[in-house]
């Protein structure tokens, strides 16, 4: 079963998002095998977001992202990488829809709410920078 890597941003913590967003992956059919409240370290945010490395807004990424809180998750399901990009709508702001996570709560590109994987690979690499094997759970739903 695919597996991705999701995190509500300070932002979404300090605005008391954690709760709508759950929901929102719940209510659409995938299940959480893992999650911690964690201020993520300088090391852990810079490996995050490697890719972003030399780009005008990495500083002010890496420091908002270890300012606070971030909840972060890991959700298994069908095309969860995918389907789970669709809610929560595009990056910038100005493109993301209606209906989306960010289209409903974001006017910032810069504070965005949610991060999610966007690729296995990512996926894998993400789960494995923030959780430990040990605190994902696997479990059935059928009860
Ligand atoms: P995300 O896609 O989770 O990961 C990269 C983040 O960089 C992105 O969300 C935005 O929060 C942030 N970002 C992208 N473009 C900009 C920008 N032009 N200014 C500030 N932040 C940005």
Redesign the pocket.
């Known amino acids: 079963m695919e597996k991705t890597f999701l995190m509500v941003?300070p932002d979404g913590v300090q605005r008391g998002l954690i709760g709508e967003i759950v929901k929102r992956f719940e209510q659409k059919g995938f299940q959480l095998v893992g999650s911690k409240l964690m201020v993520i370290t300088r090391e852990q945010a810079e490996y995050h977001?490697e890719e972003?490395k030399g780009k005008?807004?990495y500083e002010?990424?890496v420091s908002f992202i270890t300012s606070g809180p971030v909840f972060g998750m890991v959700w298994e399901g069908d095309q969860v990488i995918t389907l789970s990009r669709t809610m929560m709508g595009k990056?910038?702001t100005l493109d993301a829809l209606p209906g989306t996570i960010r289209g409903d709560f974001a006017v910032h590109?810069?504070?965005?709410i949610?991060?999610?994987s966007d690729s296995p690979e990512s996926a894998e690499r993400e789960i494995n920078n923030f959780f430990k094997p040990e605190e994902i759970v696997s479990y059935s739903k059928d009860v």
């Open positions: 941003k977001y972003h005008g807004f002010e990424l990056t910038n590109t810069g504070l965005n949610i991060h999610g």
